[in-house]
């Protein structure tokens, strides 16, 4: 069941102290508050809710996502989240409590659920209205009028011509790159994830005997005997190839040992003994040992859909080719990045070549804004002959050289040269933009999930309107420092 409130947003004095005095308007959480668009994200909040009507209370959106943004700004835990939520009355105003409260509002086990009900998707719709909403503040457009700047024509509104006079020229940079957002996962390796897979079969075995206690004798696994062998090997520093590929067989054969032994217990008892978690780990672990079992045989180190992760495995190894990773294990992201905001255009979970997507990316930029962009800087990978077509047609300049061979004119070259070494350096914005994410909000080894990498960006973005507001009242308060010492210096020379 859920309750609107009509009163989303408060205002910072209507918040009750029970100590006296009120909240500081200027406070970076009260400035958020007011920032986000809390009766439109409510909307898209309810359906995933089911039937509103029936069932307990249901928390409100902006107890629920705000809960979230706190989490992933601050760095915390669910747990720690909570704390902090009941320990400071700026947080406790945020997430929408209109009085201070010495008691938890809520448990640490709701944020899985709050997670559960916003999707990556909401959280980026979010994202967009929240840019596009502060660049029209920014720009100082009216709300009536259309994001192409509303052209007008003598022509019929139905005839191509007068569609192409009414799209504006195009207007602005479209900045491009890729990243991967790494995972909180040991690092893979066959023996490794075959010896988790036995381990946790013997546990299954465990399980699903205890009702035959006494009965009959449990299946042997030879579980110690195995424990041996997976620590001879891995304590070595640098096992031969051979070595490993027996290493990988033998646990192979505990394994399909394992699976045997289950599939007769489950004949007896029946899978009701499991409880959910471990059955969805069944399932994935007859799929890595099929998938061992082939690059066992083929004697290769590759196959489609690999799972290196039995608690996610939806997590694929990324080939990124970095000097410290080479290899990353999480989610691939193309990112665009106008005006020092950032969206999400692409999130997979498998790889994926970020060049096909280029097109993609303009049009999105183009339902965002009205106008298609001046300019593309793109990296290397970007730079197909198909894109370098697509762009010439819509007439944007894509970073880079062109094909062919230099022209023979020093100044056209030098030209070039200027230009190309301009992008460059812009281009040096997106990659700050993942650097900040990484180092800062924990992008770079997180959950893997896609609503938090969504609120990764969403508070990036809110960071950059909160940094860009303050910024002209940390420029006046400069400039009246540099004043007085100005006059003082100019006082003491007289």
């Not at 400035?31 to 209370?57: C, F």
Request: proline fraction near 5%; aromatic fraction near 8%; charge should be positive.
């Amino acid at each position: 069941m859920y309750e609107h409130n009509e009163n989303q947003i408060i205002m910072p004095h209507e918040f009750f102290l029970p100590f006296g005095g009120q909240l500081n308007p200027d406070n970076r959480w009260v400035v958020m508050a007011s920032l986000i668009p809390w009766n439109e994200v409510e909307e898209a909040y309810i359906e995933t809710l089911g039937d509103t009507k029936q069932g307990s209370k249901a928390y409100n959106v902006r107890l629920a996502l705000g809960s979230l943004i706190i989490k992933e700004r601050l760095g915390l835990s669910d747990e720690e989240t909570v704390e902090a939520i009941t320990e400071n009355p700026y947080l406790q105003y945020f997430i929408g409590l209109h009085s201070f409260q010495q008691t938890a509002p809520f448990h640490s086990s709701s944020m899985t659920h709050f997670r559960k009900r916003f999707n990556g998707e909401l959280i980026n719709e979010l994202n967009e209205s929240l840019v596009l909403t502060q660049r029209k503040k920014d720009e100082k457009v009216p709300d009536d009028e259309p994001p192409n700047g509303g052209g007008h024509t003598s022509e019929e509104p139905n005839s191509s011509s007068s569609m192409e006079s009414v799209l504006p020229p195009n207007q602005g940079k479209l900045l491009l790159d890729a990243t991967c957002a790494p995972s909180d996962i040991t690092y893979p390796t066959d023996i490794g994830l075959l010896n988790k897979s036995r381990e946790k079969l013997e546990k299954f075995i465990d399980t699903l005997h205890r009702p035959l206690a006494g009965k009959q004798k449990k299946p042997r696994t030879y579980r110690v005997k195995a424990r041996k062998e997976y620590l001879s090997l891995t304590k070595q520093r640098k096992p031969g190839y051979q070595k490993i590929q027996e290493g990988i067989e033998c646990q192979l054969g505990y394994v399909k040992r394992n699976l045997l032994h289950i599939e007769k217990l489950v004949t007896q008892v029946g899978l009701d003994q499991l409880t959910s978690k471990r059955y969805r780990d069944l399932f994935v672990i007859q799929e890595i040992y099929r998938q061992q079992s082939i690059m066992y045989k083929n004697q290769s180190h590759s196959i489609e859909d690999r799972i290196v992760s039995i608690s996610q495995p939806h997590i694929r190894p990324i080939v990124r080719g970095k000097a410290n990773a080479p290899v990353e294990f999480g989610a691939k992201l193309s990112v665009s990045l106008v005006d020092g905001y950032a969206f999400i255009d692409t999130l997979s979970w498998d790889a994926y070549h970020e060049g096909i997507f280029l097109k993609e990316s303009i049009e999105s930029y183009k339902e965002r804004f009205g106008y298609y962009p001046e300019a593309v800087l793109a990296d290397t990978i970007y730079r197909t002959r198909e894109n370098r077509q697509h762009c010439k047609d819509l007439g944007i300049r894509l970073s880079g050289p062109k094909l062919g061979r230099p022209s023979k004119d020093q100044q056209i070259n030098a030209e070039q040269k200027r230009i190309e070494r301009k992008d460059n350096s812009d281009r040096n914005a997106i990659e700050g933009k993942f650097g900040e994410g990484k180092r800062k909000y924990g992008l770079g080894l997180m959950e893997t999930s896609e609503t938090v990498i969504s609120l990764q960006f969403l508070i990036m973005n809110i960071e950059k309107i909160l940094r860009d507001s303050f910024l002209p009242i940390f420029q006046n308060w400069l400039q009246g420092i540099l004043s007085r010492l100005q006059y003082r210096l100019t006082y003491k020379v007289a």
